[in-house]
């Protein structure tokens, strides 16, 4: 099974031994804070659109994961930035408060990075979970059935 996740201790987990939270795609503010509502205060994952961080930078991400953590009071999620195989902006990401990110660049980079994350309790996905795409067509509708799913 593929690496999926290097844990706060930079372990590596495969999937069945630390579970992830439902997975969301969300695009900004109003997205977050549309699955934190939804969730309930469930724990649920926030992921950037693909290649995220290329194009807006880890600051924007983890000001509007601050933001839609105090717009919605008690939430459990926790936000993961996909930073490509980009090891340098991972870095900046860990380095300006982020909580997750997705790395995949190459194995002896990643076991690094998976390094620096622990020092901050972040995690580092080697993959992208399954997620649903709040941007997709009728999203929002099967958010509440997806978000259930790991109920």
């Known amino acids: 099974m593929p690496r999926r996740l290097e844990a706060a201790r930079g372990e590596s987990n495969d999937a069945g031994s630390h579970a992830l939270p439902p997975a969301v795609i969300v695009r900004g503010l109003d997205q977050a804070c549309t699955v ?4 309930f205060g469930r724990p649920v994952l926030l ?10 930078g ?7 994961l601050e933001a ?19 090891a340098g902006i991972v870095q ?6 982020a909580d997750g990110v997705l790395f995949t660049g190459a194995e002896a980079q990643a076991l690094r990075l998976a390094s620096i994350a622990a020092t901050q309790g972040a995690l580092l996905l080697r993959a992208a979970p399954t997620a649903l795409d709040l941007g997709a067509y009728d999203a929002v509708r099967k958010l509440p059935l997806w978000l259930g799913r790991a109920a």
């Open 92 to 97: 900046a990401a860990l380095a300006a408060g």
């Open 47 to 56: 992921l950037s659109a693909p290649e995220a961080a290329r194009l807006l």
């Open 58 to 64: 880890p600051a924007w991400w983890v000001a509007m």
């Open 36 to 39: 934190l509502r939804a969730a």
């Open 68 to 86: 839609a953590r105090e717009e919605v009071p008690g939430a459990a999620a926790r936000g993961v930035l996909d930073c490509g195989n980009a």
